[in-house]
């Protein structure tokens, strides 16, 4: 029985590495980005002086640094980072802009920046800092829109309020943003960015507590999460983060193999996202959850409708394109793939590992071996044990007739995972299309694999 409940939990961990190589966990999926007339500007990387740049976007540009904890506990780091992510939430919402993503602006945090370096590094026009001083029921904020062109300053202001209105404020400094790029908004896109949120204080201080304690990735921070996720929805039951929160611990209970009954968890995590959903459908986070649960069950047409409709609330979210990219290079549209894998990468341009692993498996398909197995070297060596490089680079190894390289990596992945079995990858592979998957298994199986 112990074996069997073993073997069952195995395989559904393998399930999700297999298919979710993105893990969605801050606030702000994404969808297709809607462009003005001139094209995207490729990946391709400018020289500008000493320094590399990333060449700007046809629409107006901007990266929301990670605002600074002025309180005298470090302890408030939370609040601050909180009240970074939710306005580049809002801003990701909005069509006509180019929003760099959390996890390239967070790697600036806590070390001296210059405005016009952030500029080049991260491909942007306009940066916005600022600082935030929370003591009691008061807070005090300071912002300023910097030009990381030029170095000029479009606005700088100070706001000292009570804490019940964080909400207010965030929407206030969000339209300061947008008034002073000329962007205007149509009635439908007012109606998404000013968020509901909630009006109990303590609510909103235990949701982005519980953000913090999930972000850590671990088995007791993500079971002390669902606790303050609960407590906040307990306090506010109109408020959906929370109930999206809760889902997401469920689900992630099942990614780490840390879920007694996978498929409890999962149910769990679907009926939170409905239950968040039933609550306000505009939030992108729970549609995304959503596809990557329908995606994992193989029932492409919902889970597509999902990201889709993700992308639509969230134009600018990195981690929906990519996890879009993969939707669609299990649907064999693969040069569509790395369209919105390239997109992902220039939201993110400080990308982690798995996505460059989503763009090599994309050109995997595409036959281009070459260009995938020089970025699954990267990946590897950045994350050595990342498993499902190992698979993918040992299919396209073995694909493209180095047989020797194609051996040694099924090694190195028996290595890592002992229990590897061919056969329950074969029946978890999501690819749709049945003479694809075949020959992909054929692959890893020349290479010595069973």
Known sequence: MVKAKSSAQKKWRNLVLAIVAVLIIAAGA???LQYYK????????????????IALPAQPSIAVLPFVNMSDDPKQDYFSDGL??????????????FVIARNSVFTYKG???????????????????GSVRKAGNRVRITAQLVNAETGGHLWAESYDRDLKDIFALQDEITEMILTSLQVRLTEGEQARIWRKGTENRKAYEITLKALES??????????????????????????????????YTHWTDVIYGWSKSPSRSIA?????????LALDESLADTHVLLGNIYLMKKQYDPAMQALEKAVALNPNGADVNALLGLML?????????????????????????????????AYQALGRYEDAIELYKQVLKRSPNHLPAHIHLTAVYSASGRETEARHQAEELLRLDPTFSL????????????????????????????
């Open 329 to 361: 290079r299990y649907l064999g549209r693969s040069e569509e793939a790395v369209e919105r894998l390239e997109k992902a990468i220039r939201l993110n341009p400080i990308p982690p590992a798995q996505y460059l692993a989503l763009l090599a498996y």
């Open 423 to 450: 056969e329950e990858f074969a029946e978890i592979n999501p690819i749709k299309d049945e003479a694809q998957r075949e020959r992909y298994i054929a692959n890893l199986r020349k290479a010595g694999l069973k």
């Open 84 to 97: 970074t992510e939710d306005i580049i939430t809002g801003l990701s919402k909005i069509p006509r802009l």
């Open 30 to 32: 994404a969808l297709i």
């Open 111 to 129: 070390k001296p920046v210059k405005i016009r370096q952030v500029g080049r590094e991260l491909g942007v026009q306009y940066v916005l800092e």
């Open 38 to 53: 001139r094209p995207e500007p490729p990946l391709e990387k400018i020289v500008s002086g000493e320094k590399t740049a």
């Open 268 to 276: 769990q995590s679907v009926e939170l996202a409905q239950t968040a």
């Open 214 to 247: 999930y972000r850590l990735m671990t088995k007791d921070g993500n079971e002390h999460a669902r606790q303050l996720y609960r407590q906040a929805a307990a306090l506010d039951p109109q408020y959906p983060v929370p109930v999206v929160g809760m889902s």
